[in-house]
């Protein structure tokens, strides 16, 4: 079994939730409040058909979310100006064994 840590790499335009370095970690079935920035609905919902998969061991490759076997990417669906006032968090999703 494996957590997953994901860390914004780049926002794009404006984000009121997240800066650069914050994460959010997924471990097993549940998001580890005590490790985690704010989750934002919209981030989530980019994120949560890959990570169940991803967490049981699927390749991020196979996923078709990376070149490395734990390391994916992904990116919130907010397109950002001058279509929304807000804009695109890109997110690097790293798996990990847990301790």
Do not use: N
């Not at 471990?27 to 058909?49: D, G, K, N, P, Q």
Request: hydrophobic share 40%; glycine share 10%; with cysteine.
């Amino acid at each position: 079994m494996y957590r997953v840590r994901a860390v914004v790499e780049e926002v794009r335009g404006k984000c009121p939730i997240y800066k650069p370095g914050d994460s959010i970690v997924f471990e097993r079935f549940y998001i580890s409040s005590r490790e985690s920035s704010r989750v934002c609905m919209h981030a989530l919902s980019a994120m949560l058909t890959l990570l169940s998969a991803f967490i049981k061991g699927v390749s991020a490759v196979d996923l078709g979310i990376g070149e490395q076997p734990d390391v994916g990417w992904v990116q919130c669906p907010d397109p950002g100006p001058p279509r929304t006032c807000g804009g695109t968090v890109v997110f690097k999703l790293v798996r990990e064994p847990i301790p």
